[in-house]
Nanobody, 115 residues
Framework: VQLQESGPGLVKPSQTLSLTCSVS??????????WTWLRQSPGKGLEWMGA???????YYSPSLQTRTSISRDTSKNQFTLQLSSVTPEDTAVYYC????????WGQGTQVTVSS
C-alpha cells in the first residue's frame, strides 16, 4: 500500500488549499478503512484534520470543520482535502494516512501560506 500527497506548495492567505492523496495497493472503498488527513505545523504536534470512511462518509475535526472538506474519487482511487480561508497559521506539512494493517503514511507535503 502506498499513499502519495500532491498539491501546491504555496498558497496565498484567504485562498483554498487543495491536496490530493493518490492511493495504490488497496481500494479506498475497502471495508473498515478510514482515509485521513493530518498536519504538523512548525513547533507543534501532529493534528488530526479529518477523514473519509470507506463508505464515503466524512469526519472532521471540530476545530476545523467549518473550513474543511474531504472528498474522494473512487475512479482514480484518490481522496482530497480542501481547506478554505487559509492563514499563515495553516502552514504545515500535510500527511495522508490510512488505518489498514499497522497504518500507512504518505511522505508528507509542505504547504506554506504566504502572500
Amino acid at each position: 500500500v502506498q499513499l502519495q500527497e500532491s498539491g501546491p506548495g504555496l498558497v496565498k492567505p484567504s485562498q483554498t488549499l487543495s491536496l490530493t492523496c493518490s492511493v495504490s495497493g488497496v481500494s479506498i472503498t475497502a471495508s473498515a478503512s478510514y482515509w485521513t488527513w493530518l498536519r504538523q505545523s512548525p513547533g507543534k504536534g501532529l493534528e488530526w484534520m479529518g477523514a473519509i470512511a470507506w463508505s464515503g462518509r466524512p469526519y472532521y475535526s471540530p476545530s476545523l470543520q467549518t473550513r474543511t472538506s474531504i472528498s474522494r474519487d473512487t475512479s482514480k482511487n484518490q481522496f482530497t482535502l480542501q481547506l478554505s480561508s487559509v492563514t499563515p497559521e495553516d502552514t504545515a506539512v500535510y500527511y495522508c494516512y490510512v488505518n489498514r494493517d499497522y497504518g500507512y503514511w504518505g511522505q508528507g507535503t509542505q504547504v506554506t501560506v504566504s502572500s
